[in-house]
């Protein structure tokens, strides 16, 4: 029988719903905080856990089943090919500024974007581009999901928009996070 004072390692499966909750909650944070940034990683935790153990963490509003809790890192790549999560942490998200730009004369008609750590989109200009936020998240389990926020204007309807190969390569990385390496390879 399971210790009732241990907070469980295996949470209950969660939903793509509770990843786009937390990736909503991500881009609502970083849009706060302005344009120019840098690539922001999150682990996403499961409130339940956080409760348990560290309830001081949690803010007034913690109803959503998943918290995410901003990682430090100094290069985003880096950070990606080193990542090792503890068992606590279901899964992860990355929130990068981009500049998407239309689809080229040929493509498959899915808009093309531009991430770049050194020049934050909102110091790209391009009249044919709009800056936009993308946040990408991953789950344990394999779900993923990805969320696009163009910027908007005061007084602008904000619109969060996604499809499936949007940030497929971002997607992929982040998994990897929650690969163990084999050794020799």
Do not use: C
């Not at 880096?78 to 981009?98: H, K, M, R, T, Y």
């Not at 990408?136 to 163009?150: C, F, N, P, Q, T």
């Amino acid at each position: 029988m399971p210790d009732p004072t241990t907070p469980p390692t295996t949470p209950r499966g969660f939903s793509t719903d509770d990843l786009g909750s937390a990736l909503s909650e991500i881009l609502d944070h970083v849009d706060a905080a302005g344009w120019g940034q840098t690539p922001s990683v999150f682990a996403l935790v499961p409130t339940a856990v956080l409760a348990e153990q560290a309830p001081d963490v949690l803010g007034d509003d913690a109803g959503s089943p998943l918290t995410p809790i901003e990682q430090e890192h100094a290069d985003l790549d880096a950070f990606l090919a080193s990542a090792i999560w503890p068992d606590a942490v279901v899964g992860a998200a990355v929130a990068i500024e981009i500049v998407v730009a239309p689809p080229a004369p040929g493509d498959d008609g899915t808009p093309r974007y531009v991430a770049n750590e050194s020049q934050p989109a909102a110091s790209v200009p391009d009249d044919a581009s709009e800056q936009a936020r993308l946040v990408v998240g991953v789950l344990r389990s394999g779900k993923d999901l990805a969320l696009m926020r163009l910027r908007h204007q005061p007084g602008e309807e904000i619109e969060t928009l996604t499809h499936p190969q949007l940030g497929t390569e971002l997607r992929a990385a982040l998994a990897g996070t929650f690969t163990p390496d084999e050794p020799g390879v």
